[in-house]
């Protein structure tokens, strides 16, 4: 009995040191054009490749997505914020050769 209490507190221990996953961050660029002319072109971009989207607008800014699209398993996020003199986009979740990263690589 004594040895599978020290058994699962090594076990326990062990876990504890292991180290963790890194915290993905998400990609970000900048764009000078603002966030209403970034906006009109990605949408236009991803009509024109027949590509799902929402927009929900905030002060400031506001996300795009395909989050609930028919067939989206793993949607992305695209955020564009004002800083300034120029705006963020934060990318999260864009593969590389997607609608989504073919539009921001257009329109920024």
Known sequence: MRSLGMMTMLSVAAT??????????????????SVQAFADCFINSQDQRS????????????????RGAAGVAKPYFLVISE?????????DNVATASPAAEGVSQCA
């Open 83 to 91: 800083r300034g003199a120029h705006r963020e986009i934060r990318l």
């Open 16 to 33: 504890a040191a292991a180290p963790s996953a890194p915290r993905h961050q998400p990609a970000g660029m900048t764009t000078a054009k």
């Open 51 to 66: 590509a799902p989207w929402w927009f929900v607008p905030k002060a400031g800014g506001g996300t795009f997505s395909n």
